[in-house]
């Protein structure tokens, strides 16, 4: 069992950014895919940003250029750089972890991006 829990959300004109982390309760070793995903209003949750196993990175189309995941090591928190942010990129967003056999959510948080 592993606890994610998001911050740095918030409310941001367009053009501006927002860095997202996301902290695990223990090491996040055996997890073999981590990363981001979002909700906006009145949609279905998307894939924004995951690491591999192997330490490669995807993207959304829509955020290639503009957002970054990284994260330092298995123990070090998870983070979305967010820059030039737009405002279809409202959304609550999410961190996701997956073992293979279990999948972890954190509770989210919500990022605005007025125009």
């Known amino acids: 069992q592993v606890q994610l829990v998001e911050s740095g959300g918030g409310l941001v004109q367009a053009g501006g950014s927002l860095r997202l982390s996301c902290a695990a309760s223990?090491?996040?070793?055996?997890?073999?895919?981590i990363g981001w995903y979002r909700q906006p209003p009145g949609k279905q949750r998307e894939l924004v940003a995951v690491?591999?196993?192997?330490?490669?990175?995807t993207y959304k189309d829509t955020v290639k250029g503009r957002f970054t995941i990284s994260r330092d090591n298995a123990k070090s928190p998870l983070y979305l750089q967010m820059n030039s942010l737009k405002p279809e990129d409202t959304a609550v967003y999410f961190c996701?972890?997956?073992?293979?056999?279990?999948?972890?959510w954190g509770q989210g948080t919500q990022v605005t991006v007025s125009s």
């Open positions: 223990r090491s996040t070793s055996d997890i073999i895919a």
């Open positions: 996701q972890g997956s073992n293979g056999k279990y999948t972890y």
């Open positions: 690491i591999g196993f192997d330490g490669s990175t």
